[in-house]
């Protein structure tokens, strides 16, 4: 009997997609601390609600103006330098948190942990497209994205193990520090096997970006998909342990119990959304998508608006989680990878990164003064009507492409 042998495309995909996977992981567990551990910290410090506000805002705008500047670097530098030296980095702030007293160098290391991270996603996309076959893109990217979902588990693991907030930090300082210096190691054997190249799809102007080029890619339709997937994947997630434990009256660490089991569950959304109903149900249609996930997100949300029981009402931001996933997997694992021959993949990504990030931290600012002024029920509404103008963005989008479609055919 012949050996089972796995087809050399799939074999390097596989060894790449792994490594950059538990980059990515680690740096969403890295991400994610804070929020898990937001209610530990108000009740153990006295840091009020605004405070933890700021480190978060603070957090994602510096990681926001990292994945711009980081991501244009990222076509230019080499994935294993940006990658590992990020992690690196990212892990000594981490690490230096607990050791401060003051407010201000909290803010100082956390803000400059989120700019250290800023510095994987865009390369990390580029070496992919460029280094596998594009039916292999899209599920590493499917894996990143799983990835992303997982490190709140992992970081609420760390928050349930630990007593005191300080050693969740260090361990994620250790953590990170390590997972540098094994991607600095496992991409130079990659580099000595052939499974990485870099290189092979060039830029025609090399000292400009062409925006005229990404314009004609639809870059400034899924610049408002990343504005509006934004702010729920980071913001709202942000708030959700909080808005478990005020809202609905669970205790700190049944919030963080709640919180974990969630994200468990909606790390089987990338699959679900893209591989069911994008590629089965919907016939890979991407605007067809977008329109599904933006109403059954904004749907969901209003529900939770009228439905305060703890079960329905969780059940609800489940799903609303869920569909708005849907829509960041379309922009993430598809329309990103697909920039690959614009030789602009990194550049493009840490823009749209970018304005995800500066959305979700403005967003942050107005959340965390609006729950005092408008309540919960009120940011509730404020979730669904965000939702629900993407939806109408892509719906009326969708009819004038149909339109100039029939008009050309005529």
């Known amino acids: 009997m012949k050996k089972f042998q796995?087809?050399?495309?799939?074999?390097?995909?596989?060894y790449l997609g792994l490594l950059c996977t538990l980059s990515y992981l680690a740096c969403y567990f890295a991400r994610n601390i804070l929020s898990v551990i937001n209610p530990k910290l108000i009740a153990d410090t006295g840091y009020t609600l605004e405070f933890i506000g700021t480190l978060g805002t603070t957090s994602m705008l510096t990681y926001a103006i990292g994945q711009l500047v980081n991501g244009t670097i990222g076509d230019f530098i080499n994935a294993k330098y940006m990658i590992s030296v990020g992690?690196?980095?990212?892990?000594?702030?981490?690490?230096?948190?607990?050791?401060?007293?003051?407010?201000?160098?909290?803010?100082?290391l956390y803000g400059m942990s989120g700019f250290f991270l800023s510095m994987i996603y865009g390369p990390m996309?580029?070496?992919?497209?460029?280094?596998?076959?594009?039916?292999?893109?899209?599920?590493c990217s499917l894996g990143f994205t799983v990835a992303s979902l997982l490190g709140v588990p992992a970081a609420s693991l760390a928050g349930m193990m630990f007593e005191n907030w300080e050693y969740v930090f260090i361990t994620c300082g250790i953590l990170l520090m390590t997972m540098g210096v094994l991607c600095y190691l496992f991409f130079t054997y990659f580099e000595h096997k052939g499974v990485v190249k870099y290189g092979q799809v060039q830029r025609k102007n090399k000292k400009a970006i062409d925006v005229k080029l990404l314009i004609e890619n639809s870059i400034i339709k899924f610049t408002l998909v990343a504005v509006l997937t934004g702010i729920?994947?980071?913001?709202?997630?942000?708030?959700?342990?909080?808005?478990?434990?005020?809202?609905?009256?669970?205790?700190p660490n049944q919030a963080s119990v709640i919180f974990t089991i969630i994200t468990l569950v909606?790390?089987?959304?990338?699959?679900?959304?893209?591989?069911?109903?994008?590629?089965?149900?919907?016939?890979?249609?991407?605007?067809?998508?977008?329109?599904?996930?933006?109403?059954?997100s904004g749907v969901s949300f209003f529900l939770m608006f009228a439905v305060k029981m703890p079960l329905f009402n969780l059940i609800l931001l489940w799903l609303a989680l869920m569909a708005s996933g849907g829509a960041s997997t379309m922009l993430w694992s598809v329309y990103c990878p697909s920039l690959r021959n614009t030789g602009m993949t990194s550049t493009a990504t840490g823009f749209l990164d970018f304005m995800s990030y500066v959305a979700a931290a403005v967003a942050n600012l107005i959340f965390a003064n609006a729950v005092d002024g408008i309540g919960w029920k009120g940011l509730i509404l404020v979730w669904s009507l965000l939702m629900f103008a993407g939806f109408v963005m892509f719906a009326i989008g969708g009819k004038k492409e149909q339109m100039k479609a029939v008009k050309s055919a005529e």
């Open 232 to 251: 729920v994947r980071t913001s709202v997630v942000f708030w959700i342990p909080t808005y478990i434990s005020q809202y609905l009256g669970f205790s």
């Open 125 to 139: 996309t580029k070496v992919v497209a460029e280094n596998t076959l594009p039916v292999y893109v899209t599920r």
């Open 87 to 108: 992690l690196f980095a990212a892990g000594i702030a981490n690490f230096f948190i607990p050791f401060t007293n003051q407010e201000i160098s909290f803010v100082i």
């Open 6 to 14: 796995i087809n050399p495309e799939a074999k390097k995909a596989i």
């Open 266 to 296: 909606r790390s089987l959304a990338p699959y679900i959304n893209n591989l069911l109903i994008y590629e089965r149900l919907l016939k890979r249609n991407m605007n067809k998508t977008l329109i599904v996930m933006f109403f059954a």
